[in-house]
T-cell receptor, first 112, second 111 residues
Framework: DQQVKQNSPSLSVQEGRISILNCDYT??????FLWYKKYPAEGPTFLIS?????DKNEDGRFTVFLNKSAKHLSLHIVPSQPGDSAVYFC???????????FGPGTSLSVIP | NAGVTQTPKFQVLKTGQSMTLQCAQD?????MSWYRQDPGMGLRLIHY???????DQGEVPNGYNVSRSTTEDFPLRLLSAAPSQTSVYFC??????????FGPGTRLTVL
């Protein structure tokens, strides 16, 4: 049973608009959440993280929102750029020193 | 720094053969892990290690062995390869389990 779910396998967005990628989790012990980005034929790269003591974390064009009561987080990319086209993975762990569980990924296409 | 390196990049095996996927990091990271990526399944954790001499199972450990004799190296052994182990394998390392640095991957095909 998947503990981290990304129910949208793909998403298309116009350049300049907002991209919103969603993630749900089932393990209430998860306390630390991350987003990774992956281009074809490369390893994933870390994008942004958030711990459960926060409900929002920003880094430039990327913002992650966490709703612990709903066991839901989202990644907002504003404005979206063609170079953002990649697969985005949501991941979670119980502590920052525990194993990290990944979701199945969402493939984002930003159309020029 | 080379970061996380993985060898080989590509490998074809026959069913029943064994092999070792190599992973090394030069960042003095304590935490290392192995994932496999399959279509529609995302990245699934095979085994992980929180330091030299310590390993633990992830989500899909069956058919794989690991050891961590040094901080730098974390090899993944396939004991008797099966077609279900056809996948792309990624090794990662980090100071903690959070912000991991991934290697470029090994694409394994088992016939």
């Amino acid at each position: 049973d998947q503990q981290v779910k990304q129910n949208s396998p793909s998403l298309s967005v116009q350049e300049g608009r907002i991209s919103i990628l969603n993630c749900d989790y089932t393990n209430s012990m998860f306390d630390y959440f991350l987003w990774y980005k992956k281009y074809p034929a490369e390893g994933p790269t870390f994008l942004i993280s958030i711990s459960s003591i926060k409900d929002k974390n920003e880094d430039g064009r990327f913002t992650v929102f966490l709703n612990k009561s709903a066991k839901h987080l989202s990644l907002h990319i504003v404005p979206s750029q063609p170079g953002d086209s990649a697969v985005y993975f949501c991941a979670a762990s119980e502590t920052s020193y525990d194993k990290v569980i990944f979701g199945p990924g969402t493939s984002l296409s930003v159309i020029p | 720094n080379a970061g996380v390196t993985q060898t080989p990049k590509f490998q074809v095996l026959k069913t029943g053969q064994s092999m070792t996927l190599q992973c090394a990091q030069d960042m003095n990271h304590e935490y290392m892990s192995w994932y496999r990526q399959d279509p529609g399944m995302g990245l699934r954790l095979i085994h992980y290690s929180v330091g030299a001499g310590i390993t633990d199972q992830g989500e899909v450990p069956n058919g794989y062995n690991v050891s961590r004799s040094t901080t730098e190296d974390f090899p993944l052994r396939l004991l008797s390869a099966a077609p279900s182990q056809t996948s792309v394998y990624f090794c990662a390392s980090s100071y903690s389990a959070g912000k991991q640095f991934f290697g470029p991957g090994t694409r394994l095909t088992v016939l």
